[in-house]
């Protein structure tokens, strides 16, 4: 130990004139997805760029004022600093030529909420896919131009740093963000006044400022409550991501939904519509309820208006995965917030579907409070329609509001440089602007084979070179001998890129079941033995830190490793993040995927991989049921649902080294004198042209907008017009059906026949007691459809019933009805409450069947 106090003393340089424009490249988060940008920056100093962790930002401010003397003097230096410059400030200022109209009307203005946002590995406010797929979210919305702002938190502690020790234990070590060097800066009102708001918790205020960082032209707004005014424990509020407790969590949505709304108003922005990403962020809606009540509307007319042009993405394949709190606790922050909304106690835990003394549940919430909702994948979408069934207790749920949208990745973030620059040469710049156009992509199968090997290889180069580092870092740290880290890399040479390469990178958690290739050790010996045939599997991925299953998956794939017949075979490579992650899913042979079915949501990995001509190998879950076509990778199918866990890890696990034996690594070594496989090269790029197109985020997000933001906006315009008439009249109507529902009946006058003829019609008269409706508040409707084997009714098509006069209590309804087809066919009658300001035909959940 040295005597005496340390002291620290930073010394920034000063920009030089001619580069001052450096400082706003990195405070504009353009630079997490332009490449060109990011290499202006390291070529000042490499060591340094890799030191703060690609920080353009922290960079600035530690490296050598004389470097940038110089760098300011060299005409080569300049010249990329102005053609970045000029990229920018093209990005930043022309209009866009949009291709394909988008659904949006005049002064519209969506606000996006999500918990975690991943842009970028300087920027540590994500901890894995939902972050990543939120940041992509904002890059399309940028290069769409949409108007468009995103609410977050400002994590002090973020995404954590990972070190695997000699033991396989996975070391969590969480650093402080130094605020400073984030791309971020306090919101201003007129350029001086920052912006703080508060939120009430129990017995106190909490102050929370607002940050703004900006990606192109998108603005994110951060809140903080790490401030002098506030007490210890609320400053913690925005500490850690998902860290602390429940309490801590609670105060973190409270912030983040209510602190968001009241941080929007402060800045003069009124959206017209409002997406909560994943449960989080649910409170928002009571904030935005409560306002109107306050205007004098009823709370059920408020809800009615808030939910109208709310859209409710939800991420979570299973009922444990939803963010749930105990009555007491939500009773207990929300007590005095309750007068304002006019709502009671009992109704208000109705909302996040806590009667009964169940826990109040996030999803819920938001499901009861958005009338547009979706999940991730087609798969997802049923899933979720079938676990959250008693939203809409009466409908089916292949009929229930739960729609889907499937995820995507933003191409230009993951798409190596070296695929733009080919692309670039190959197919002409505007690929860039064809992003989605399935057709054009055909393209890339006229790429010469060797060209798009080169490239390939050149990049599987790159990869290996980041895993010597993490290894050979890891190793050393951990006192290994330098024998045994030679014994690690002998198949990982960047200098002979030649082995079948797997990939397996993503959170550690237990139902992606990282280790399915280790089900069979007899088999997975086998498969790897062949020495002229060698394969390599790298592993990398962090567990929660509170998730131990997980950790215990990292330790257990460490400790194979170093089995001897392993050796150098399998990788468990520390320090996942989104850079080293660009880097393995664009140079791996294979991206493996085993989750288990269905509890993959959508899963973007594999995308990434995909759009880089890496070949994927994946259980048919999420989006790789509806992406996989036989041609661009391989599909496990995987084991029925009602096998148990046991079995279905051994079916999934042989279907895999089935594939593996007969298909990938055959596949692969089948090279010819050019060092390459014909059929290889073909599904890589079968992998691009049919996968890029479809799953990129700019796709998500025209699909996000087309589908429901303009749909958003016009029912919210429809239900605030004149004082809220229609929200108010719907609120009423509602009211007035729910009060009668259960006393609803149908009963059918005619004698039904069982045969006709093609042509002939048959007339149907039913009866409905309305229990006091009228006819106009409901639609009886006839479905039919073809009789299949299951029993099961398919190609349904509906037909609506006239009305035909009242009698007492009951309605008359019929219908002339001519079948259009031939065969044996089913029809089922039914009714259900209707208006036409619904936002969803059965968003009210009620039906009733003959
Ligand atoms: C893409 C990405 C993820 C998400 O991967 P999944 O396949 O969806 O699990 C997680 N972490 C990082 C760093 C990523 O880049």
């Known amino acids: 130990m040295q005597p005496g106090t340390p002291f620290v003393i930073e010394v920034n340089p000063r920009i030089p004139r001619r580069l001052s424009r450096m400082t706003e490249l990195a405070n504009n988060l353009w630079y997490s997805w332009d490449r060109p940008t990011r290499t202006l920056f390291a070529l000042l100093h490499p060591g340094l760029w890799d030191k703060v962790n690609h920080n353009p930002k922290a960079f600035l401010k530690r490296v050598d004022e004389e470097r940038l003397t110089e760098a300011a003097e060299d005409h080569i230096f300049l010249g990329s600093y102005n053609r970045v410059l000029s990229a920018f400030d093209t990005y930043m200022s022309e209009p866009l030529r949009r291709d394909m109209p988008l659904d949006l009307n005049p002064g519209d203005l969506i606000a996006y909420f999500c918990a975690e946002f991943g842009f970028h590995e300087s920027f540590p406010v994500y901890s894995g896919g939902l972050g990543i797929l939120a940041g992509d979210h904002c890059k399309s919305a940028s290069d769409l131009r949409l108007p468009f702002v995103a609410v977050g938190l400002l994590y002090r502690q973020g995404y954590f740093l990972q070190r695997i020790d000699n033991d396989g234990n996975q070391i969590v070590t969480y650093t402080d963000s130094e605020f400073e060097d984030l791309p971020i800066k306090p919101a201003l009102i007129e350029e001086e006044t920052e912006i703080h708001v508060y939120v009430e918790l129990p017995g106190r205020n909490v102050e929370v400022k607002v940050w703004v960082a900006r990606i192109g032209h998108v603005r994110l707004y951060l809140l903080d409550t790490y401030l002098p005014a506030n007490m210890e424990e609320d400053r913690y509020i925005t500490h850690q991501l998902y860290g602390g407790d429940k309490h801590t969590r609670i105060k973190q949505e409270i912030v983040l939904g209510i602190g968001g709304v009241r941080a929007l108003e402060a800045l003069g922005l009124n959206p017209t519509v409002y997406h909560i990403n994943e449960g989080h962020a649910a409170f928002m809606m009571l904030e935005r309820i409560r306002r109107k009540v306050k205007k004098g509307l009823s709370f059920h007319a408020a809800l009615e208006a808030t939910a109208a042009n709310t859209v409710f993405t939800t991420h979570t394949p299973v009922p444990a995965g939803h963010d749930l709190f105990e009555q007491e606790m939500i009773w207990s922050y929300f007590r005095d917030c309750f007068n304002d909304l006019g709502v009671q106690r009992d109704e208000f835990m109705k909302l996040g579907g806590a009667s009964h003394g169940r826990d109040f549940n996030m999803t819920k919430l938001a499901l009861s409070g958005t009338r547009h909702h979706n999940g991730v994948s087609r798969i997802h979408g049923r899933v979720s329609s079938r676990i959250l069934s008693d939203m809409w207790p009466q409908v089916r749920p292949c009929e229930s509001p739960m729609d889907f949208i499937t995820n995507g990745v933003h191409v230009s973030t993951f798409l ?89 990178a993503r959170r550690f958690a237990t139902y992606k079941r990282a280790a399915l290739i280790f089900e069979n050790m007899d088999w997975l010996r086998s498969v790897v033995k062949d020495a002229d045939r060698p394969v390599l599997f790298i592993f990398a991925g962090k567990a929660h830190p509170a998730d131990k299953p997980g950790q215990e998956l990292i330790r257990r794939i460490f400790d194979i490793s170093r089995w001897p017949e392993f050796e150098g075979k399998i990788l468990m490579v520390e320090g996942y993040d989104m850079g080293f992650a660009r880097r393995l899913v664009a140079g791996c042979d294979v991206w493996l995927n085993t989750p288990i079915y269905p509890l993959e949501a959508s899963g973007t990995s594999g995308m990434k991989a995909a759009m880089n001509g890496v070949i994927n190998l994946s259980v048919a879950d999420g989006w790789w049921e509806e992406g996989y076509d036989g041609s661009n990778g391989w599909a496990i199918k995987p084991a029925p649902e009602y096998f148990d866990e046991t079995r279905r890890d051994q079916e999934d696990s042989r279907d895999l080294y089935e594939l593996l034996q007969d298909q990938v690594i055959p596949t692969y070594y089948r090279r010819h004198e050019l060092g390459f496989s014909d059929e290889w090269v073909s599904m890589a790029k079968r992998s691009i042209i049919t996968l890029l197109p479809r799953f990129s985020s700019a796709r998500m997000v025209m699909e996000y907008v087309n589908k429901f933001y303009g749909r ?32 609803v009946n149908l009963r059918r006058l005619d004698d039904p026949r069982n045969r006709i003829c093609f042509g002939e019609s048959t007339a149907l008269k039913v009866a409905v007691d309305l229990n006091g409706l009228m006819h106009e508040d409901v639609r009886v409707e006839v479905l039919i459809g073809r009789a299949s084997k299951q029993g099961e009714d398919s190609n349904v098509q509906a037909a609506l019933m006239k009305p035909d006069g009242c009698a007492g209590k009951e309605c008359l309804f019929s219908l002339e009805f001519t079948p259009g087809i031939c065969g044996k066919l089913l029809y089922r009658i039914r009714v259900y409450p209707y208006h036409e300001s619904l936002t969803h035909p059965f968003e009210m959940g009620l039906m009733m069947w003959l």
């Open 416 to 504: 190596a440089k070296e695929w733009q620059d080919l692309f670039d040469s190959m197919l002409g710049y505007e690929w860039r602007r064809r992003q989605t156009d399935v057709k054009f992509w055909e393209k890339v199968a006229s790429i010469p084979d060797h060209h798009f090997w080169a490239v390939h290889q050149a990049l599987k180069s790159q990869m290996l070179y980041s895993v010597h580092h993490h290894v050979t870092q890891q190793h050393l740290r951990n006192h290994g001998s330098d024998a045994h880290l030679v014994r690690m890399l002998k198949f990982a040479n960047p200098l002979d890129p030649n082995v079948l390469t797997i990939g397996f």
């Open 712 to 743: 958003a906006s016009r029912q919210w315009r429809h239900y605030s017009e004149n004082g809220f008439a229609a929200a108010q009249h719907l609120a009423s109507w509602k009211a007035r059906v729910r009060q009668a529902w259960s006393g």
